[in-house]
C-alpha cells in the first residue's frame, strides 16, 4: 500500500556554528530522530538548531511507501521534508517498537545521499546537505525482525535551514509514521481516480492526527485548520507529492480543545474538508 504521512515537519540540517557547519551538514548526530529511546530529543532539544517551537513552521515531512510489513521482508519508504525559503534541508529516521520502546530491525543505505548517524545503524540521516534547496527526498529501506515485534513507529526529525551559518532560525519538524505487521506481501495501491480527503485518524485527536489524502496525480497539497469561525489556526505546504495514497501527520497539540475543520487543497483548486475533534 502506497502511503504518504506528512506533518509540517523539519530536523536536523545543521548549520549552527561553522565548526558544526562542517560537521553536521554531513549528517545529524545520532539520537536526534525524536523517538523513545533518546527521549523525544531531536536537534532543537540539543541546541544546534533553535528559534522556533517544534512543528511550529509551515513545513513538512512527508512519508511515501506502505502502511504494514512482513516480518523479514524489507519495506521501500521514501522521506521528504519542505519548507518554503529554506536554504538546505536534512533528516533523521529511526525505528522503534510500538509495545517495547526499543530499536526494530535494521536499515539499509539505498541513497547516496544518506549515511548512518555517528556510525550508528539504529540512526539513517542526510550525507550532505547542498545550499540552495528547500524541498529534498530521501531514499531508505528499512528491514523489520524476523520474528513478530508487532507494530513499529518510525520516528522522523527534519530540519529546514536558513543557511545563516547559525544554530538560530531553522525550524524543525517532527513526524511519526506506523507501521502494522501483516503476514502477506506488500502490494501498492492503485491510482485513485480522483482527489478526495478520504478521513482523519485519530478522531477526535491529542497530539497528532493523519489526514489521509489521495491524489490521482502528482500535486502540491495545502492543509489547512479552521476554527468554526473560519480562521485559519495552522497551515502546512507538501511541495509535489506523487499519485497515491497519502497521510499526512498533523500536530495538533498546540491547538485548544474543540472542533475544527481540515482542509486539503490541490494547486489547481480541487479542496476537500473533514471535521476534527482536538481533545484534552
Given at each position: ?67 504494514t510489513y512482513s516480518p523479514g521482508q524489507a519495506v521501500a ?150 476554527d468554526m469561525l473560519g480562521r485559519e489556526v495552522k497551515a ?45
Open positions: 500500500m502506497k502511503h504518504a504521512l506528512l506533518l509540517a515537519s523539519a530536523l536536523l540540517l545543521v548549520i549552527a556554528l561553522p565548526w558544526e557547519a562542517r560537521t553536521n551538514s554531513s549528517g545529524a548526530p545520532a539520537g536526534r530522530s525524536g523517538g523513545p529511546p533518546e527521549n523525544g530529543n531531536t536537534c532543537n532539544s540539543s541546541g544546534c538548531h533553535f528559534g522556533s517551537a517544534v512543528n511550529s513552521g509551515g513545513g513538512s515531512i512527508t512519508v511515501t511507501g506502505p502502511k519508504l521514501q522521506i521528504t521534508v519542505a519548507q518554503e525559503g529554506a536554504q538546505r534541508i536534512g533528516f533523521e529516521v529511526s525505528a522503534v517498537e510500538d509495545a517495547g520502546g526499543t530499536h526494530a530491525g535494521s536499515w539499509n543505505l539505498v541513497d547516496s545521499g544518506t549515511r548512518f548517524a555517528s556510525n550508528n545503524p539504529a540512526y539513517v540521516t542526510h550525507a550532505g546537505a547542498p545550499p540552495g534547496m528547500s524541498s529534498r527526498t530521501f531514499n531508505v529501506e528499512w528491514v523489520p525482525p524476523s520474528s513478530s515485534v508487532g507494530t513499529v513507529l518510525l520516528y522522523i526529525a527534519g530540519n529546514a535551514a536558513n543557511g545563516n551559518g547559525g544554530a538560530t532560525g531553522d525550524n524543525i519538524y517532527t513526524a511519526t509514521y506506523p507501521l502494522a505487521e501483516s503476514g502477506t506481501s506488500i502490494d501498492q495501491d492503485p491510482v485513485p481516480s480522483h482527489f478526495a480527503l478520504t478521513g482523519l485518524f485519530p478522531n477526535p485527536a491529542r497530539q497528532q492526527t493523519s489526514v489521509s489524502v489521495h491524489l490521482p496525480e502528482a500535486a502540491a497539497v495545502r492543509v489547512r485548520v479552521l502546512l505546504a507538501t511541495g509535489s507529492l506523487s499519485a497515491g495514497a497519502h497521510d499526512i501527520a498533523l500536530a495538533v497539540g498546540a491547538l485548544p480543545a474543540g472542533t475544527y475543520l481540515v482542509s486539503a487543497e490541490t494547486a489547481r483548486g480541487k479542496l476537500a474538508t473533514r471535521t476534527l475533534l482536538v481533545a484534552r
